[in-house]
């Protein structure tokens, strides 16, 4: 069932649970990402990021993910990831993508509540949820520099611009993997006492599962994991296709590439839906 992302959000808030939302990075993954959730009996979010789109072809996407979704009873939407231009989220609403982020992360105050107001105007003249974020989610290597979200910035934030959910910065890091990131808790805790929306995290891959499991009792409802799934798919592959034979077949080698990563699926879920 094709439906936009705030709804999924609400009911899983009132369930005290989480929503995965899985990064696509290619198209072939994203028949495996529904089916997967579709097997768990779990609303997901699919979601790509402005350049995936435009790789794969917002249209393309779009027409791919209904018709993959048409005959499932599971809650599935579509989701643009960090967007920092109005353009490419009127590409993707015009496309129908049922879900948008805008990013004025890295922007002052002002001018991100600003410009996220006018991308709220533009997802709700479509009926699109839309997601913002404020404070820093770190990108690559943990450095420790990057600026947590103030609580009361984001009550202000989410006052002014009606947005449906909001990433913000705890301590995550896009990217990391290879060691655990230590997030600031208090932090988040600060936030949830004075913003009602669900809160996204973002940097899921590298969080520990005790932490993430907290991060949703604290208010995190959207849980974006990318970084994890890409290398399970990578490290299959360098397996895979390193002992394939030059004539074998294309279609097998990647059925199990994508098996390994729906199994790294399958743990996510069971974490966030505990």
Request: proline content about 3%.
């Amino acid at each position: 069932m094709y439906t936009t992302m705030a709804p999924m959000l609400v009911q899983a808030k009132q369930e005290g649970k989480g929503i995965p939302a899985f990064n696509i990075h290619a198209l072939e993954v994203v028949p495996m990402m529904a089916l997967t959730a579709a097997e768990k009996n779990c609303p997901v979010i699919l979601q790509a990021s402005v350049s995936t789109a435009k790789y794969i072809g917002f249209h393309l996407l779009t027409a791919v993910v209904r018709e993959v979704v048409a005959a499932l009873e599971i809650p599935v939407a579509l989701h643009l990831d960090h967007a920092a231009k109005l353009e490419d989220i009127s590409a993707a609403i015009d496309s129908g993508f049922s879900s948008v982020m805008f990013d004025g992360s890295m922007l002052p105050m002002e001018e991100n509540i600003s410009r996220t107001r006018e991308a709220v105007a533009i997802a709700r003249k479509a009926s699109a949820s839309i997601e913002a974020e404020l404070g820093i989610v770190g990108r690559g290597e943990v450095t420790g520099s990057n600026p947590y979200t103030d609580p009361d910035d984001a009550a202000r934030f989410v006052a002014e611009t009606g947005v449906d959910a909001l990433a913000v910065g705890i301590g995550t890091h896009h990217g990391q993997y290879k060691a655990k990131t230590n997030i600031n808790l208090d932090v988040l805790k600060a936030i949830h006492e004075k913003v009602s929306i669900p809160l996204v995290l973002h940097g899921g891959t590298g969080v520990r599962d005790e932490d993430v499991r907290t991060c949703i009792r604290l208010g995190m409802h959207k849980l974006n994991f990318g970084t994890e799934l890409n290398v399970s798919w990578v490290r299959a592959a360098k397996e895979v296709f390193g002992a394939a034979e030059l004539n074998e077949s294309l279609r097998g080698l990647m059925t199990r590439c994508n098996n390994a990563m729906a199994d790294t699926i399958r743990k996510k879920i069971d974490l966030v839906r505990f």
